[in-house]
């Protein structure tokens, strides 16, 4: 059974940092892509970062290229997202995803596998 389970977010203030979780099961992290979305209330969803992990390139949405920086540990099969100088606009729900296959831009229906999100809240 594949599972995709996100974990550490929180309320923070304004220049703070977490690191976000994705622990994935049924499914190996040594080809296609990783990617994290986020999705703040009443708005659409959007992708932030990438990873392609069989080659361990990452992109970036603008909006965060310099702030997020998304890496992995293959023993814990776990892929990660670490979100420093926090703003209130990056407060949102934030959930990681699995494609076989992907593109840059992010495109959502790539990706079949979904975690249930971990919600980061930015305080000013």
């Known amino acids: 059974q594949v599972q995709l389970m996100e974990s550490g977010g929180g309320s923070v203030q304004a220049g703070g940092s977490l690191r976000l979780s994705c622990a994935v099961s049924?499914?190996?992290?040594?080809?296609?892509?990783v990617a994290w979305f986020r999705q703040p209330t009443g708005k659409e969803r959007e992708g932030v970062a990438l990873l392609v992990t069989g080659f361990g390139q990452t992109y970036y949405a603008d909006s965060v290229k310099g702030r997020f920086t998304v890496s992995r540990d293959n023993a814990e099969n776990t892929v990660y997202l670490r979100v420093n100088s926090l703003k209130p606009e990056d407060t949102a729900m934030y959930y990681c995803?699995?494609?076989?296959?992907?593109?840059?831009?992010?495109?959502?229906?790539?990706?079949?596998?979904w975690g249930q999100g971990t919600q980061v809240t930015v305080s000013s």
């Open positions: 049924g499914l190996s992290l040594s080809n296609g892509c």
């Open positions: 995803a699995k494609a076989s296959a992907c593109t840059w831009p992010l495109r959502q229906h790539e990706f079949s596998y």
